[in-house]
């Protein structure tokens, strides 16, 4: 596909409106429009240049796709590279509407299942169904046996009849349950049967605007998926891949790519199986791949944006699994009620027959069969509305696919496919952490490449950055670099001519002075009369104006440069089509589209070239000016006194809530110091040992108040503290004094963190929490089967925690009292109900689909033998409030070792503890904003001094007379004294109100500076 790029002006940051474009934007694929800029705006106008950049898409698509139906109606071929390559012409409303409406409500469906469509209500009224619906229900004359009795003839498939008519009767009492529910989704697939033959299909259900539509899919005889064992079989296959995602090695986003492929392969046999990166572009690449030994690699490739036009990539967000089992087979058409004012939407439906153009592609390219999973992850955020699975939060953005092949005609059934898009979201959790774990790295890059710079600027001349290491090109991604400064030009790696810097500098002038910067990833888009002059080598620039005529250039070559061609070379006498839709095609019209095109200026990047460019316009500024620095002196020392007694007043009244929570607290709350004698000891600990606070002491918590099992984990966990690693979750057993003793131990899960006194010197382990004896004593009996099961499950007593058991099947096989209390949901409301899905789902929702995912990782991987302790789990109750808890899972067996299911367990934290806790977070929040305060007062600190020591640099180099020289040496002695106490201090010293001051050395200088002023 086409691509234009354009050249996008930076504002100056006081601007309240983004820069318009130089140019307009023509076409996006290969190539992208990057953009400088930073501060709180930039997130803000990179998203509204990314849906700027799909809208626009959009168009191309629709342009695509219209100049293909015209094709086909005249009889032409349909040349897909030219359609590419040629200059865009703009597509009418009506068009893109008819693009839409023919990829989301195309009226055709595919031949391996049949498709109705019913009216939510209670008469299920056919509202829609496809033309083959008779002949896979076994309801067609023909297949109808002869009967003298007339009621005993089949139901007719007909618009108006009752849907419920068509299958069994136990069959339609489970559409009737599933269309009462809350999210229908969640209950896929349905078991039923056909009336007549009893012939048995997967049925997918789903809302739309005007009913529900129900996806019939047969299910053969022979599938290992015939019932709800069978599913769960595929799903236990699918967690024991996501098992191995989990244990690889971090920070290996390829490693995690290639292991996600073959676990792919190996779970559906498709013969070739990819991940498909979607670059911000929206352009594709192929990172990873796992095929069949004779077929021709694809990896490496990268594809025009139109090859999946964006009303796919819509799709594939709102159904997450796509299937196409014969591109060849002919499509079914779909009969529907005329009264209906338009087409049956089919974005939802497992069966939508593919369009006539993507069917081609796959033809062409040896693909008779295909299965596309979404890789859906965080952009950032939470979207508290539409949590459930099947619709995706705003939050969520379609990072790329895993896309199979298959040479020859596949269907796998729909709970091996629900299995795949189970191990799809644990995939994109993983993606995700890695992804965010990059980003992470990258800033703290950038910080300690922006700090050197900073500290070479302050030491030496602004031509540091370029003449030493690191330099400007250390900073972000690029071929070359260079400096303009008093016209003076500073090259570094691969850039243009002195001449030719100053030819751009003259056409920024002319073109872009109002602006503060600009950013292109291709010159002679941007507009630039040289750039044909330049060649390959730069076709990328980032600009920032630091003043009116000095300037910093980053510069990268030509985007074909950066890729690489995974797979074999065409042999010179290979003639390929350009004319066929192509991955080969594709390709080469993407190097054609981006042979003048840099890598686009990533967000991150332009944020950090911005940073740097408002250091060094102060400094520059600064440099100059020497009026406004002693001002600038006073109110930083000015504004360090006030966030110092606002941190002490704010520190104060933290502590004194943090030591009434404390003492008050509902949870078990003990300290010792680093012998590790207790010095703390709250009322409810002592409550639940018996020993008073007076008697606890003093004493050793290893020798005297645990037992001798638990003194290795504690002495452990003591050692970690002191050092200043905190410990979470780790059990300990209590002994027991006086009139408790008799009650036997205590168990309690507490988390130990450092103590620090105000010199941040570790002093001590403060230990926080949660009394678990009665789980313990109620888990023990129940994973061994042992004692009264019934009495301990439903026994009102508050120190039986909230319990649920799961059978083989993930089905709820127990619901004890303390989880009716906890839920509002009964019992008999939720037993042999799926707990993924109708239980967790339905009754209880969960906050959004990777919530669900985690929630039957820890389920399966229980069933399976692995436990799991204390994850966490929230959900919102009967009543919509928001439960957060706890989760432990463990393997539940019979006498002889054989497994039945698993028990799970919930913990719920006290009003108190969840207090405390979020005073904590307030806390770190607050010290994280004094902290940013503290920085930036430091920096405008700085600033004037640096511009005093430039000033007297230069009169150095003067002749001075005696009284003068010792006027100058005053002048520096006073700015270094400022310098060292701005470079020591810290939030803790002024919190503590002990700043670094050397008092004698400074009152000899200021004595000094007034008998020279005099």
């Given at each position: 596909m086409a691509s234009g790029s354009r050249a996008t002006p930076t504002r100056s940051p006081s601007s309240a409106r983004p820069a318009a474009p130089h140019q307009n934007h023509t076409q996006s694929s290969g190539g992208s429009t990057s953009r400088a800029g930073g501060g709180g705006a930039a997130g803000s106008a990179a998203a509204t240049e990314s849906v700027s950049k799909a809208v626009a898409q959009?168009?191309?698509?629709?342009?695509?796709?219209?100049?293909?139906?015209?094709?086909?109606?005249?009889?032409?071929?349909?040349?897909?590279?030219?359609?590419?390559?040629?200059?865009?012409?703009?597509?009418?409303?009506?068009?893109?509407?008819?693009?839409?409406?023919?990829?989301?409500?195309?009226?055709?469906?595919?031949?391996?299942?049949?498709?109705?469509?019913?009216?939510?209500?209670?008469?299920?009224?056919?509202?829609?169904?496809?033309?083959?619906?008779?002949?896979?229900?076994?309801?067609?004359?023909?297949?109808?046996?002869?009967?003298?009795?007339?009621?005993?003839?089949?139901?007719?498939?007909?618009?108006?009849?009752?849907?419920?008519?068509?299958?069994?009767?136990?069959?339609?009492?489970?559409?009737?349950?599933?269309?009462?529910?809350?999210?229908?989704?969640?209950?896929?697939?349905?078991?039923?049967?056909?009336?007549?033959?009893?012939?048995?299909?997967?049925?997918?259900?789903?809302?739309?605007?005007?009913?529900?539509?129900?996806?019939?899919?047969?299910?053969?005889?022979?599938?290992?998926?015939?019932?709800?064992?069978?599913?769960?079989?595929?799903?236990?296959?699918?967690?024991?891949?996501?098992?191995?995602?989990?244990?690889?090695?971090?920070?290996?986003?390829?490693?995690?790519?290639?292991?996600?492929?073959?676990?792919?392969?190996?779970?559906?046999?498709?013969?070739?199986?990819?991940?498909?990166?979607?670059?911000?572009?929206?352009?594709?690449?192929?990172?990873?791949?796992?095929?069949?030994?004779?077929?021709?690699?694809?990896?490496?490739?990268?594809?025009p944006a139109t090859d999946i036009p964006q009303a796919s990539r819509f799709l594939f967000r709102q159904n997450r699994v796509r299937m196409i089992a014969d591109c060849h087979a002919a499509a079914v058409r779909v009969i529907q009620d005329p009264a209906m004012p338009q087409p049956l939407c089919l974005v939802g439906s497992t069966l939508r027959s593919p369009h006539g153009c993507h069917a081609q592609y796959m033809a062409n390219m040896g693909s008779i069969a295909s299965l596309v999973m979404a890789v859906i992850i965080s952009s950032g955020g939470e979207d508290e509305h539409n949590m459930t699975r099947g619709v995706i939060p705003s939050a969520m953005k379609l990072w790329g696919l895993v896309v199979c092949h298959h040479t020859s005609p596949r269907c796998i059934p729909f709970p091996l496919r629900y299995a795949c898009?189970?191990?799809?979201?644990?995939?994109?959790?993983?993606?995700?952490?890695?992804?965010?774990?990059?980003?992470?790295?990258?800033?703290?890059?950038?910080?300690?490449?922006?700090?050197?710079?900073?500290?070479?600027?302050?030491?030496?001349?602004?031509?540091?950055?370029?003449?030493?290491?690191?330099?400007?090109?250390?900073?972000?991604?690029?071929?070359?670099?260079?400096?303009?400064?008093?016209?003076?030009?500073?090259?570094?790696?691969?850039?243009?001519?002195?001449?030719?810097?100053k030819d751009i500098i003259e056409w920024l002038t002319v073109c872009h002075g109002d602006s503060t910067g600009l950013s292109t990833d291709s010159l002679a888009d941007a507009g630039y009369p040289g750039a044909t002059a330049l060649g390959d080598a730069v076709c990328g620039m980032a600009v920032a104006y630091i003043t009116p005529s000095d300037y910093l250039f980053w510069f990268r070559s030509h985007t074909a440069k950066e890729i690489k061609w995974g797979g074999a070379k065409h042999h010179p006498e290979d003639k390929d089509d350009g004319q066929r839709m192509h991955p080969r095609s594709s390709f080469k019209a993407f190097l054609e589209?981006?042979?003048?095109?840099?890598?686009?200026?990533?967000?991150?990047?332009?944020?950090?070239?911005?940073?740097?460019?408002?250091?060094?316009?102060?400094?520059?500024?600064?440099?100059?000016?020497?009026?406004?620095?002693?001002?600038?002196?006073?109110?930083?020392q000015v504004q360090l006194g006030e966030l110092e007694l606002r941190g002490i007043d704010e520190l104060s009244s933290v502590a004194r809530e943090m030591v009434r929570l404390i003492e008050t607290a509902t949870v078990p709350i003990f300290a010792v110091d680093t012998y590790g004698c207790i010095n703390g000891w709250n009322a409810k600990v002592a409550e639940l040992t018996g020993l008073t606070v007076e008697e606890a002491m003093g004493k050793s918590l290893v020798k005297d108040l645990i037992f001798k099992e638990s003194e290795e984990i504690v002495e452990k966990l003591l050692s970690q503290a002191l050092k200043g690693e905190e410990g979470t979750n780790v059990e300990i057993k209590l002994k027991t004094f006086g009139s408790e003793q008799s009650k036997g131990p205590i168990f309690v899960i507490v988390n130990a963190c450092s103590s620090r006194d105000y010199t941040k010197?570790?002093?001590?382990?403060?230990?926080?929490?949660?009394?678990?004896?009665?789980?313990?004593?109620?888990?023990?009996?129940?994973?061994?089967?042992?004692?009264?099961?019934?009495?301990?499950?439903?026994?009102?007593?508050?120190?039986?925690?909230?319990?649920?058991?799961?059978?083989?099947?993930?089905?709820?096989?127990?619901?004890?009292?303390?989880?009716?209390?906890?839920?509002?949901?009964?019992?008999?409301?939720?037993?042999?109900?799926?707990?993924?899905?109708?239980?967790?789902?339905?009754?209880?929702?969960?906050?959004?689909?990777?919530?669900?995912?985690?929630?039957?990782?820890?389920?399966?991987?229980?069933?399976?033998?692995?436990?799991?302790?204390?994850?966490?789990?929230?959900?919102?109750?009967?009543?919509?409030?928001?439960?957060?808890?706890?989760?432990?899972?463990?393997?539940?067996?019979?006498?002889?070792?054989?497994?039945?299911?698993?028990?799970?367990?919930?913990?719920?934290?006290?009003?108190?503890?969840?207090?405390?806790?979020?005073?904590?977070?307030?806390?770190?929040?607050?010290?994280?904003?004094?902290?940013?305060?503290?920085?930036?007062?430091?920096?405008?600190?700085?600033?004037?001094?640096?511009?005093?020591?430039?000033?007297?640099?230069?009169?150095?180099m003067t002749d001075l007379k005696d009284d003068q020289r010792q006027f100058l040496e005053t002048s520096a002695a006073c700015e270094k004294q400022m310098s060292k106490i701005v470079k020591d201090a810290s939030l803790q010293s002024i919190e503590d109100g002990v700043m670094p001051f050397p008092s004698t050395t400074c009152a000899w200088t200021l004595n000094s500076f007034n008998v020279s002023w005099h």
């Open positions: 959009y168009t191309l698509d629709a342009g695509l796709h219209a100049v293909f139906e015209q094709s086909g109606a005249s009889g032409r071929s349909f040349d897909y590279s030219q359609s590419l390559l040629a200059p865009p012409t703009p597509s009418s409303e009506q068009q893109i509407a008819a693009y839409l409406s023919r990829i989301q409500r195309g009226g055709h469906i595919q031949p391996f299942g049949c498709t109705l469509a019913v009216a939510d209500d209670s008469s299920f009224r056919l509202l829609a169904f496809s033309e083959n619906a008779a002949d896979l229900l076994d309801l067609s004359p023909h297949h109808s046996v002869p009967s003298l009795d007339s009621s005993a003839a089949p139901p007719p498939v007909s618009l108006g009849a009752d849907a419920r008519l068509l299958f069994s009767p136990s069959s339609g009492v489970l559409l009737e349950r599933a269309f009462a529910a809350r999210e229908i989704s969640l209950l896929n697939p349905l078991w039923i049967h056909s009336r007549v033959s009893s012939k048995p299909f997967y049925a997918i259900l789903h809302r739309i605007d005007v009913g529900v539509v129900i996806d019939l899919e047969p299910a053969r005889t022979e599938d290992p998926a015939l019932s709800i064992a069978g599913a769960v079989q595929s799903q236990k296959l699918a967690v024991r891949a996501i098992s191995r995602l989990q244990a690889l090695p971090g920070g290996d986003v390829k490693l995690l790519c290639d292991t996600v492929v073959e676990h792919v392969r190996e779970l559906t046999g498709y013969d070739r199986v990819m991940v498909y990166k979607f670059h911000d572009d929206e352009h594709g690449e192929v990172l990873a791949e796992s095929r069949r030994g004779d077929l021709e690699p694809y990896l490496g490739l990268h594809y898009e189970f191990l799809m979201q644990a995939f994109g959790l993983q993606l995700n952490m890695e992804l965010q774990l990059a980003h992470q790295l990258s800033e703290k890059h950038i910080l300690r490449t922006q700090t050197l710079l900073c500290d070479m600027l302050l030491r030496d001349s602004p031509t540091g950055i370029v003449t030493q290491s690191p330099s400007i090109m250390d900073l972000v991604k690029c071929d070359g670099a260079a400096l303009f400064y008093h016209g003076k030009y500073y090259p570094l790696g691969v850039t243009p001519t002195e001449a030719q810097i589209v981006v042979k003048s095109r840099s890598l686009p200026w990533e967000n991150a990047e332009m944020d950090a070239i911005h940073s740097l460019q408002l250091i060094l316009r102060d400094s520059f500024r600064d440099a100059g000016e020497g009026t406004s620095n002693s001002k600038a002196i006073v109110n930083g010197s570790i002093v001590g382990v403060c230990f926080v929490g949660q009394d678990i004896t009665g789980q313990k004593v109620v888990m023990d009996k129940f994973v061994n089967i042992q004692g009264d099961y019934k009495a301990i499950v439903h026994n009102p007593n508050p120190l039986i925690p909230p319990i649920f058991a799961s059978d083989e099947n993930i089905c709820c096989s127990e619901w004890n009292t303390a989880m009716e209390k906890l839920t509002g949901w009964s019992r008999g409301e939720v037993v042999g109900k799926l707990l993924v899905g109708e239980v967790f789902g339905n009754c209880c929702r969960l906050k959004g689909p990777d919530a669900l995912t985690k929630f039957m990782i820890v389920l399966h991987n229980a069933i399976g033998g692995q436990d799991s302790e204390k994850s966490p789990f929230s959900f919102f109750d009967k009543n919509g409030k928001y439960v957060q808890a706890l989760l432990t899972a463990n393997t539940r067996s019979k006498m002889d070792g054989e497994t039945i299911g698993a028990f799970c367990f919930l913990q719920i934290a006290s009003p108190e503890l969840q207090q405390a806790f979020e005073i904590q977070r307030q806390q770190e929040k607050k010290c994280y904003a004094r902290m940013k305060e503290l920085a930036y007062i430091c920096q405008e600190i700085k600033n004037p001094l640096s511009g005093i020591r430039f000033t007297n640099s230069l009169l150095e």
